[in-house]
Structures are given as C-alpha cells and as structure tokens.
C-alpha cells in the first residue's frame, strides 16, 4: 500500500482550492477535481484498511481528510452489501469516485407545482468512474450499492467539512425536507504525514 498518492492528492487538491477560492471558482475546482479524483481511484493500492472495513449492512462514512479551513474533505464511503442511502442533498460541491465495487445514483427533481420528487437520471459508477455533484444543477439523490453479495467502496470530496454541515433527507411522495447531519464513522484519520520510512530508505 503507498499512501503517497492520498497525500499527494490532499496536496493538489489544497492547491486547486488556494488558488481558484478567491473568486469562488467552482466551476474549475470541479473540473480539474474530478480529473484528479480520476487518477486517484484508477489505482486500488492506497487505501488504508482502517477505511475500507467493509460493515456486515449499512455504510460507513470515513473522514480521510479534511482541509484547516474547511474547503474540501476527502471521504472513504463503505458499502455493506445492497446497502442504500436515504434520498438526500449535500449544500455544497461534491466528487464521487469508484474505487472497488459499484454504485448507483438515482437523481430526484421536485415538481415545480407540488414539491414531491421524481425519480431522474440513474447513473451506475465502476472503478476509475467519477460523477459530479453540484447544487445549481440539482444534487439530490439516492446512492445503493449495486452489488448485492460483497462490499463495494467509493471516494468521495466535498466542498467543505460534509459531516459537520446541517443539510436535508427528503420525505418523496411530498418532496418534505428533514434536516440531518450525517457525522463520520471514524473516530481516527489516516496518519498521511510519517515519512520517516522512505526518508530513512533515501539514505
């Protein structure tokens, strides 16, 4: 396992976020994110094992790294077999990227004249695929795992601290919001920053 390319998407991402924050850049920040999500999860070696524990049902949500200023945060999304999110939004960017397994995302549109959802556009993700998420555009959706006999595993970045921000489930046949805060499954993060072993095999 190298967690060097964690690190160094942590660092590229930071830099992404520096430079394009000052005038609130998103579109770019969404465009070159997901071609780095891309190249991340296109490789299978990097993940620690703390964060890929596969739970028995349900999903674990895994905080891997969250910026000081709170502009992104990288998180490990573990499915349990068939598991599925309620129908939700996210109040912010978001970058969805296949590393092990399959996922669906079923987008829902609120009808105009009575708030209630309709079911829109599903999308299946595979390894190495990275799906865009953005309010202007509609993010409220529903995630299953499509594999219903193993675990499957999904990287996710958000546009600021996702676990720490109030944002909506939602009640379909009426469109009703219901305010939650999702948390992390994790009570420890990845240690990215021990070099010590590849400073000490340099010499």
Sequence with gaps: MTIERLRRFIGDMTSLVGGAWQDRDEGAIVDVGARLLGELVSH????????????????????????????????????GPGAATPVHDHQMWGLVGM??????????????????????????????????????DGDIHQVTNALKDQGSIS???????????????????????????????????????????EVRAAG
């Design 155 to 197: 990287v996710h970045v958000y546009g600021g601290n996702i676990g720490a921000v109030r944002r909506h489930t939602f009640d379909v046949p009426s469109g009703q919001p219901k305010l939650f805060v999702s948390g992390y499954t994790n009570r420890d993060v990845p240690n990215l920053w021990d070099r010590s072993a």
């Design 44 to 79: 299978d070696d990097w993940l620690p094992e703390q964060a890929a524990r596969v739970p028995s049902h349900g999903y674990a949500q895994n905080l891997l790294w969250c910026d000081p200023f709170e502009r992104f945060c990288v998180v490990s999304f573990v499915w």
């Design 99 to 136: 590393l092990r397994g399959s996922e669906t995302s079923l987008r829902f549109v609120p009808d105009p004249a009575t708030g209630a959802l309709a079911p829109g556009t599903l999308t299946r993700l595979a390894p190495g695929d990275v799906e865009v998420l953005r309010p202007a």
